[in-house]
Each structure stands twice: as C-alpha cells, then as structure tokens.
C-alpha cells in the first residue's frame, strides 16, 4: 500500500467511527457498508453497545495502542488540540487535530491525509477528556 493512500485509510476509518458507521465484529473495525448479513445479525442482538462483539466503534478502540501524545494549550491551560502518535518507527504516523491531517513520515518520503470534521472533533473530544483528567 503507498503512504498516501495508508493515511486515507486511517482518516477514512477515524471518520466512520466519529459518524457511527463503524462496529467491531469478531474483534476487527467493520463499516456499516461491507457488514455481512451474519455481522449484521451479531450487531443487531448486541445487548450492550458499550461491551462485547458486535458493537459500535469508539474512537477509544481506535487509540487502544498510541506511543506518544502532545498537547497544545492555550496560556491559561485549556486544551486547545492534539497531535497522536498511532505508528513508531516505520513508518511514523500522527493524528493531529491542529493541522487536521493524518501524517505519515517515512525515510525521506511523506503523506498526509485530510480529517473530516467529524473525525477531528471525535478525537479532540476524546483527549480533551484525556487532558482533563491528568
């Protein structure tokens, strides 16, 4: 897969989950559009849609594992954005609210892709929670 179309996939999977068209199926994100007639059965008799299989994505699934995060701040502390680091190493991908892209830096190359809005603010909502705790 080349990088750009890597980073389109990571925004494209943060937005269907910001807009609720993403489950976990068996353990993996499903859109709402490639559900098999089964994986639809399992989300439909889900009993909790916070626990178990066959749920709706949460943004927090998506950052179960992320190896750095930077805060921005405004002079009086308020979270203002972030910027996540999802992929260490090669390549090195962030999540960042600020610019509103997803970025992919490798050896000398490097892609981008833009966030929705729903995306942004999902991932924001959910850091500010993280900031607001710590």
Known sequence: MDNEQHCKDIAERLHK?????????????????????EERRIVGECDDPCEGNGREATIEDFFQDWFDLTFQVNIDKEYLHC?????????????DTGTGYVELYWWGSSAKASLSEAATKAVDEFFKEYYNCI
């Not at 989950?17 to 007639?37: M, P, Q, R, S, W």
């Not at 910027?83 to 999540?95: L, R, S």
């Open 17 to 37: 989950i910001a807009t609720g068209k993403a489950y976990i199926v068996n353990g993996d994100f499903v859109y709402d559009e490639d559900l098999t007639d």
């Open 83 to 95: 910027c996540v680091c999802i992929a260490w190493g090669g390549p090195n991908i962030y999540i």
